[in-house]
């Protein structure tokens, strides 16, 4: 536990702790209280005091203009820079007075918003050697500071609290804060105070880009430069904000409470054990989301994550990969590197690896924050189904009409290309007649035999030079339509793996349609469909299969006549397996309607 130099105490008990017993003392506390504005907890200003603060006895503040000191008020004396505010002497000295102790506590401070440690020329500032034309706050905290003494009956024990640093991370001096902090405080301890020193941690300040790139710097040097003293102690000032952002320079009554609690607690010796070390650099357990079905050999970058449990900057390794430091605005502090480095409490950080080249292999980068390590693993996706080889050259205009009639041939048609004639008729009474030169496949029919039914029929050829279109023939009285399509790439002497019919169904899917077939490894899967009536299909490929895509989908031309929708969809097989169930053509609207479906398996041509 720490004890002031001129406490004279057995133990000091924090107001919501237990025994030890107090040993009274009558030496009076001298509270030095200087910085910048947030010395005087500016956002307090106009605000209404707790009225704890007003019960306080012999608290006193040293009046610099009558030259003595005056009864303690907050809201009316207690500010320096800005009168009616409170700093954290109002709550420091309302605990020791909740734990018992009676001891006269006499405050000193001097507060000056907008000032930074380097002499600069037409500002006030607190450079403690430099005179330059704006007002050396430096000695004039040390004038106050004399006349105090001068003032008090007693040797007092001292104890400063020191909040500063804000102008110099808004101005870009972080650079030189260390410097700059480091002699000032060397002066301080020979001219004004050798008592405990305890510095206010700074908030981040992210409301421009420059302070936001030097406040990592003024936070270290704050904490290094009190650890070199040896009577100094940094307590922690981010938390108790009143919801407050970083970006707000002056926190409200609750932040200036908290700050004034954390200042008792690290003069009574009981700070760590309320907030933990200031010195720990060693966050709690941190994870990063394993990310599967990457691309093979290509860079895959992790979420942000924010590390938590530690209050100083820690040391921070990655390997297997790179690492990129955010703020917590998330504007880049450190860009991507592999490099060494330090990682500051509310920074973020990300990762990043290169894929393996390799399909379902798993990449790790191993990150080291403060010997605290995480791992993140990056597993490629399975490899993609090997392409066929078969092309989809195009679909011919379909047609519809009563008797017979030409349904076209694809453009772009080349001699050897496999030609697929599909036909949708809606009569039993339809007599198919194979057009010369085409093959049939078996028929599939739904519906009633007796009565009209839906009937899908599809033909093959292999294309010679100059193909015309075709003719389809049937008695005047009967609607059908026909639609060709064109298909590169298939072997020309025996085209068709696989010809499987469907079986005929009612629904709104083709899912119940369809039969599963045993695929050979590398051949092109191809579903044709007839459905009842008009309605459009929406395809939804089977996982397994490349390149699954919609070839067509159309109804029949006309105002009248057979009333049906044909579509089409085919992608290529990746291994050997059995498909069917996986691929569903979904009628829009959710309409139940028969369908008649086939699966192909078009066999590519060798080498």
Known sequence: MRLGTGLGLCAVAAPEAGPPVIVPVTAPLLLIVAGQSNADKQGTSGATPAAKYAAMQDVEVWNPASGGFEPY???????????NAWGSEAEFAHQLRQAGVDRPIRIVKRAQGGTGLPAEAGRDDWHPTVRTSGRMLFEQLESRVAAARVALSDTPEEVTIWTQGEYDMANGHGGDYAGNFAHLLAEFRARIST???????TRPRLDSATAT?????????QLDVALADGNAMVIDTDAATGGAPFSELHPRAAWAEDCGRRAYRAWTGSYAAHHGEITDA????????ARSGAAPSSPVTSELVTPVGYERDAPITVTGGAYRIANPD???AVDWTSAPGRIHKHQKVQLRVSSSAEA????????????VTGVWSVTTAAAAPPSSGVAFVGAGAPDTAKGAHVVAMPAGLQAGDLLLLHVGTHSTNHVATTPPDWIALPEVRSGNASSDQVRGILYWKIAADGEPGVE???GASYYSTGIVSAWRGVDPADPLAVVQPGTTATGN???AGLVAANVPAGTHVLYAVVYANLHSASWGGDPDLSDFAERYDVTRQGSSGVQLSMTMGSGGAASAQSVGDAVTATIDGGASRNSNPHLLCLRPAAG
Request: net charge negative; proline share 4%.
């Open 213 to 221: 790139a030097n406040t990592w710097a003024v936070r270290k040097a």
């Open 509 to 511: 899917s083709l899912v």
């Open 73 to 83: 008020a907050p809201g009316s004396n207690a500010g320096d820079d800005s009168a």
């Open 472 to 474: 389809l023939t049937q």
């Open 330 to 332: 998330d504007t880049v």
């Open 360 to 371: 379902e292999t798993a990449t790790q980068a191993t990150l080291t924050i403060g010997g």
């Open 282 to 289: 060693a966050p709690d357990a941190f994870a990063f989301a």
């Open 195 to 201: 008592g405990l020193f305890i510095v206010e941690r």
